[in-house]
C-alpha cells in the first residue's frame, strides 16, 4: 500500500471507507478542495467530525512539507524522498530566498 501512494497508484483497498478516504485525501492534495459528490458522500458515510479531521491533518503535513523544503541537505532529500507530490518550492509570489551556509 505504501509503494502504491508513494508512487502515486491507487493502493488496493479492503474496506469501501478506505477507498473514500483516500479519494478525499487525494482530492485535497490535488486541487486544495473537495467536488460537492466527494463531500457529499463523505459526510453521509463518514461523518462531519471525520472530514473536519481529515482536512486538517492533509493541511499540517502539507504546511510541514513546504516548511522542510526550506531546508537543503538531508532534511530537502527527505522531504522530497518521503513526502512526494505535496508542494514543492516556494509558493508563487513568495518573497522567499534560500539561506546561504
Do not use: N
Request: hydrophobic share 40%; with cysteine.
Amino acid at each position: 500500500m505504501i509503494k502504491a501512494i508513494r508512487t502515486g497508484a491507487t493502493p488496493s483497498f479492503t474496506v469501501t471507507d478506505q477507498v473514500l478516504v483516500h479519494r478525499v485525501v487525494t482530492e485535497l492534495i490535488d486541487t486544495k478542495r473537495l467536488t460537492d459528490v466527494t463531500f457529499a458522500e463523505a459526510i453521509a458515510r463518514l461523518g462531519e467530525q471525520a472530514i473536519v479531521e481529515l482536512g486538517t491533518i492533509v493541511g499540517y503535513y502539507t504546511a510541514y512539507r513546504k516548511r522542510a523544503e526550506r531546508f537543503s541537505g538531508a532534511a530537502a532529500g527527505w522531504c522530497a524522498a518521503t513526502l512526494p507530490g505535496i508542494g514543492t518550492g516556494p509558493p508563487r509570489g513568495s518573497h522567499w530566498r534560500p539561506v546561504s551556509p
